[in-house]
């Protein structure tokens, strides 16, 4: 149980183009869901935290117009990368926390890796 | 502000020996969360344990257990009869009650030798 999806897994994109990553709870219902990012062999650094049906909020030094958060149901929320550019190329990682039960848990996705050339 | 420290960047042990890796973290609150993540090499974070502060009790899953020592703001790792498979980053993460977010350690990387 508390299987957590991240679409698509690699993804390479132009540079000024737009980017999405969907992360998705496959078996639970998640009402905090949270993305990071990680650059290698470094810890995970938090950019935004979203709840169902209101708006993400975000960390310091994180620009809110350039990713983009939705988190339009209990098991969906999207990260949108806007006119991406080589510096955003990274790992990025989504979490979520079950409505029910461990609430206090954050169950990982598997990644996104997002070159930009 | 809640600070995790994960003074060990790197260790290693033997496979069938036993390793514990370190975590300190600092608050100020009286009940809060601590957790322990792995990362292999495929960076799929998973969950290796999860403690309780309320609870006295050490938590133990298999062969991962913790040495919990509230006073002392430890939360150490203890891996028992390593396996091969066990080799990746390991992260220590705190959690307030009330909040939501985890506060994470600077990992400390497991190898595994034959």
């Known amino acids: 149980g508390a299987v957590v999806s991240q679409h698509p897994s690699w993804v390479i994109c132009k540079s000024g183009t737009s980017v999405k990553i969907e992360c998705r709870s496959l078996?639970?219902?998640?009402?905090?869901m949270f993305w990071y990012r990680q650059f290698p062999k470094q810890s995970l650094m938090l950019m935004a935290t979203?709840?169902?049906?209101?708006?993400?909020?975000?960390e310091q030094g994180v620009e809110k117009d350039k990713f983009l958060i939705n988190h339009a149901s209990l098991t969906l929320s999207t990260l949108t990368v806007t006119s991406a550019h080589p510096e955003d190329s990274s790992f990025y990682i989504c979490?979520?926390?079950?409505?029910?039960?461990?609430?206090?848990?954050?169950?990982f996705g598997p990644g996104t890796r997002l070159l930009v050339l | 502000a809640q600070t995790v420290t994960q003074s060990q960047p790197e260790m290693s042990v033997q496979e069938a020996e036993t390793v514990t890796l370190s975590c300190t973290y600092d608050?100020?609150?009286?009940?809060?969360?601590l957790f322990w993540y792995k990362q292999p090499p495929s960076r799929q974070m998973i969950l290796v344990i999860r403690?309780?502060?309320?609870?006295?009790q050490n938590a133990t899953e298999n062969r991962f257990s913790v040495n919990f020592q509230k006073a002392a703001k430890s939360f150490s790792l203890k891996i028992s009869d390593s396996q091969l498979g066990d080799a990746a980053m390991y992260f220590c993460?705190?959690?307030?009650?009330?909040?939501?977010?985890?506060?994470f350690g600077e990992g400390t990387q497991l190898t595994v030798n034959p």
């Open positions: 979490s979520a926390s079950p409505t029910w039960g461990a609430q206090e848990t954050q169950y």
């Open positions: 078996d639970f219902q998640a009402t905090t």
């Open positions: 979203s709840n169902e049906g209101s708006k993400a909020t975000y």
């Open positions: 608050t100020s609150e009286s009940d809060y969360y």
């Open positions: 403690q309780e502060a309320y609870k006295q």
């Open positions: 993460a705190y959690r307030e009650t009330s909040g939501s977010r985890l506060t």
